[in-house]
């Protein structure tokens, strides 16, 4: 199961990326915002559900607290994204401030997801059973 919890964290790194991407077509895209950024909003929420199924799959690799605690870490961070979108209001100094941290806060989630990934590669090496030393014949 820690293997197919890689293999999640993996598809959510493509979804972020897609994201990242998906933030610039809809700043250069013309007509209201709400068109504009369509695609970067149903994304973002293809983004939640991976990541909270991202946690019963952590929990179900019986990894421990930490992994699982970094699964939930996401999830939260991915929340936040959402309630840092609402708070903003588009066209004030304040708003835009608020919104600044959208941007940082789409880093915090890829880098998180990236040292879950790679704490789930160390259990698993943990896991290996040691090979046995090889023997010489004289």
Not at 17 to 45: T, V, W
Not at 105 to 120: K, V
Request: proline share 3%; no cysteine; aromatic share 8%.
């Amino acid at each position: 199961m820690l293997k197919f919890y890689r293999v999640w964290i993996g598809v959510l790194h493509i979804l972020i990326g897609l994201q990242f991407f998906l933030a610039g077509y809809g700043a250069i895209g013309s007509g209201s915002p709400d068109e504009a950024f369509s695609l970067h909003i149903m994304n973002g929420r293809v983004i939640a559900v991976v990541a909270l199924l991202g946690i019963l799959f952590a929990a179900l690799a019986r990894s421990g607290g930490k992994l699982v605690g970094m699964a939930a870490g996401v999830f939260g961070l991915v929340v936040l994204q959402s309630l840092i979108a609402l708070v903003s209001v588009a066209g004030t100094t304040p708003g835009q401030i608020i919104f600044g941290f959208h941007a940082i806060n789409a880093l915090m989630i890829m880098g998180l997801a990236e040292a879950s990934g790679r704490l789930a590669k160390q259990l698993l090496a943990d896991r290996k059973p040691a090979e046995p030393a090889a023997t010489v014949a004289a």
